[in-house]
């Protein structure tokens, strides 16, 4: 199993449409987790952490299975510039040295 | 201006050149990394230094040198450059547990 694997899509949606991502983790120790987003030729910026108890900003869910060892975000209502890369991020052990890994990201177009 | 700088950003280059990428941050963090991202394969470690002194590998680190000259500078080195380390690169910044803060990418094409 790939330390974090997504659905590498495209995902292509009208706007309004609500999108769910979901991605696995291998590491059952991992603690952090987060969502980035990446617009094309451009670099990564963070949306959102997961916390063990979901977290919602806006029009944007994350929530955390840890049983499955999966994480999920869901857009709703969306809107044409949400159209990017959304990269999945979790933390390779336990511990807050060592570096994050991503996985490939999925890929989302909102269609008018 | 950004809080995380890198230079060049393009450069075309020939196969056997030394090539070094640079980078600079004002953010004050003490971690720093270097990523490699190509399609379909995301971003990769290449290597991350948690302080002045500290260096180590990431996953790819083969073919590649880096330097940590300061808190605020890490340079990535292509001592010999292969055309298969043709790649965007981005420069990174963190604090413990943080989050990671992009420079704006290199793009670096090798022929």
């Known amino acids: 199993r790939k330390e974090v694997e997504q659905d590498p899509g495209p995902f292509n949606v009208p706007e309004g449409a609500t999108v769910a991502f979901n991605c696995t983790y291998s590491?059952?120790?991992?603690?952090?987790f987060f969502w980035y987003r990446q617009d094309c030729r451009k670099e990564p910026k963070l949306l959102m952490s997961v916390y063990s108890s979901g977290n919602e900003d806006g029009r944007f869910t994350a929530q955390l299975n840890r049983a499955s060892q999966y994480i999920s975000l869901l857009i709703r209502d969306s809107k044409l510039s949400d159209s990017a890369t959304y990269l999945c991020?979790?933390?390779?052990?336990?511990?807050?040295?060592?570096?994050?890994?991503f996985g490939k990201g999925t890929r989302l177009s909102v269609i008018a | 201006d950004a809080d995380v700088t890198q230079t060049p950003r393009n450069r075309i280059t020939k196969t056997g050149k030394r090539i070094m990428l640079e980078c600079s941050q004002t953010?004050?963090?003490?971690?720093m990394y270097w990523y490699r991202q190509d399609p379909g394969l995301g971003l990769r470690l290449i290597y991350y230094s948690f302080d002045v002194k500290d260096i180590n590998k990431g996953e790819i680190s083969d073919g590649y040198s880096v330097s940590r000259q300061a808190q605020a500078k890490f340079s990535l080195s292509l001592e010999s450059a292969i055309p298969n380390q043709t790649a965007l690169y981005f420069c990174?910044?963190?604090?413990?547990?943080?989050?990671?803060?992009f420079g704006e990418g290199s793009r670096l094409t090798v022929l």
């Open positions: 990174a910044t963190s604090e413990a547990r943080g989050e990671l803060f």
């Open positions: 953010k004050g963090h003490d971690r």
């Open positions: 991020v979790v933390n390779k052990v336990g511990s807050g040295n060592t570096p994050l890994v």
């Open positions: 590491n059952s120790a991992s603690q952090s």
